[in-house]
Nanobody
Framework: VQVVESGGGLVQAGGSLRLSCAPS????????MAWYRQAPGNQRDLVAS????????NYADSVRGRFTISRDNAKNTMYLQMNSLKPEDTAVYYC???????????????WGQGTQVTVSS
């Protein structure tokens, strides 16, 4: 299974970008999906996550109100709409796909290769 990310790029402060992510190359039972980001010299931090079983999405305080995470269960695809972007949002964004194994007894994480988001001031 590979995790395919798209939608990164260069945008001016105040602009918008939309990231998408989907697993490919196999049939998986998705438990949840999430976006993490890592800026140079920093650790990888959670940006937003969403369960494929329902419930409210989870956001980092720094992006709440500006970013919206959503999912399309039929397509096994997750989206991250990023509005009002700031220079401090500049980072490599990584998609995480958590799948259920053995009927949900345990989970396994797949990671994308990352997509660069650069916000200029």
């Amino acid at each position: 299974v590979q995790v395919v990310e798209s939608g990164g790029g260069l945008v001016q402060a105040g602009g918008s970008l939309r990231l998408s992510c989907a697993p490919s190359g196999g049939t998986v039972s998705i438990n949840s999906m999430a976006w993490y980001r890592q800026a140079p010299g920093n650790q990888r931090d959670l940006v937003a996550s969403i369960s494929f079983y329902g419930g409210s999405p989870n956001y980092a305080d720094s992006v709440r109100g500006r970013f919206t995470i959503s999912r399309d269960n039929a397509k096994n695809t997750m989206y991250l709409q990023m509005n009002s972007l700031k220079p401090e949002d500049t980072a490599v964004y990584y998609c995480n796909v958590r799948v259920d194994v053995a009927g949900g007894v345990w989970q396994y994480d797949y990671w994308g290769q990352g997509t660069q988001v650069t916000v200029s001031s």
